[in-house]
T-cell receptor, first 114, second 115 residues
Framework: ETGVTQTPRHLVMGMTNKKSLKCEQHLGHNAMYWYKQSAKKPLELMFVYSLEERVENNSVPSRFSPECPNSSHLFLHLHTLQPEDSALYLC?????????????FGDGTRLSIL | DAKTTQPNSMESNEEEPVHLPCNHSTISGTDYIHWYRQLPSQGPEYVIHGLTSNVNNRMASLAIAEDRKSSTLILHRATLRDAAVYYCILRDRVISTSGTYKYIFGTGTRLKVLA
C-alpha cells in the first residue's frame, strides 16, 4: 500500500530544533489528517484539512504548525518541542470529511525529542 | 471518549476462525461501523466497514447485530500475519460548522495468533 507516504520514517531532534514532517497522498482524496500516537495510548486526532482548508484543530499546542499547500501534500512543522512530544505521528487521507469512507494511513514518523 | 467497547486482548490458533466483538450501544442511525488494524511499526490499515447489512471482503467479514448496537469482525482463518491491534470505530461529529466528522480510536483488541 503506497497510497499515503510519510517522510522521514524516524526523526531525532533537540528541543530547540525546527523540523518538518511530510505527508503525500496519491489517492485523489480531499481530506487529510494528522494523528499522534503515544506509547500505550489511543491515537489522538490533531488536525483535519478539507480541500486545503483547516477545519479542525484539536487543542494542539502552537509548537505544532500544520500546512496544506495542496490536496496531495500535508506538512507538520515542529519547533521547540518537549520530551512528551515523542511519539508516532501518523498522516491519513480520506475522500471527504463526512466520516463515511475509510481513512488511509501512512506508516508514520517516529519522533524522539532529546 | 471512544464510542465503542472492545476486549483488551484475544488469542487464536493459526488456521482457525476469529470473532472479534465490539459494542457500540450509542450508535446513531447514520453511523457506519469501521474496523481497522494496526500491525507493529505500521499505521492503521482499513479492514472493513458497514452500515446495516453484513459485509464481506477479501480480508474479513463484518456481522452487524439487527439493533446495530454491536458488531463482530470475523477472520475466517487466522494467520500469524493477522496478529495486530484491531480497532472498531464510529465517527463523531466535530464541534464546528464544517460538517466534519472524526474517528475516535479506543485502545482496541490486541489479537495474538498462536502457531
Amino acid at each position: 500500500e503506497t497510497g499515503v507516504t510519510q517522510t522521514p520514517r524516524h526523526l531525532v531532534m533537540g528541543m530547540t530544533n525546527k523540523k518538518s514532517l511530510k505527508c503525500e497522498q496519491h489517492l485523489g482524496h480531499n481530506a487529510m489528517y494528522w494523528y499522534k500516537q503515544s506509547a500505550k495510548k489511543p491515537l489522538e486526532l490533531m488536525f483535519v484539512y478539507s480541500l486545503e482548508e483547516r477545519v479542525e484543530n484539536n487543542s494542539v499546542p502552537s509548537r505544532f504548525s500544520p500546512e496544506c499547500p495542496n490536496s496531495s501534500h500535508l506538512f507538520l512543522h515542529l519547533h521547540t518541542l518537549q520530551p512528551e512530544d515523542s511519539a508516532l505521528y501518523l498522516c491519513a487521507s480520506s475522500q471527504d470529511i463526512r466520516g463515511d469512507q475509510p481513512q488511509h494511513f501512512g506508516d508514520g514518523t517516529r519522533l524522539s525529542i532529546l | 471518549d471512544a464510542k465503542t467497547t472492545q476486549p483488551n486482548s484475544m488469542e487464536s490458533n493459526e488456521e482457525e476462525p476469529v470473532h472479534l466483538p465490539c459494542n457500540h450501544s450509542t450508535i446513531s442511525g447514520t453511523d457506519y461501523i469501521h474496523w481497522y488494524r494496526q500491525l507493529p511499526s505500521q499505521g492503521p490499515e482499513y479492514v472493513i466497514h458497514g452500515l446495516t447489512s453484513n459485509v464481506n471482503n477479501r480480508m474479513a467479514s463484518l456481522a452487524i447485530a439487527e439493533d446495530r448496537k454491536s458488531s463482530t469482525l470475523i477472520l475466517h482463518r487466522a494467520t500469524l500475519r493477522d496478529a495486530a491491534v484491531y480497532y472498531c470505530i464510529l465517527r463523531d461529529r466535530v464541534i464546528s460548522t464544517s460538517g466534519t466528522y472524526k474517528y475516535i480510536f479506543g485502545t482496541g483488541t490486541r489479537l495474538k495468533v498462536l502457531a
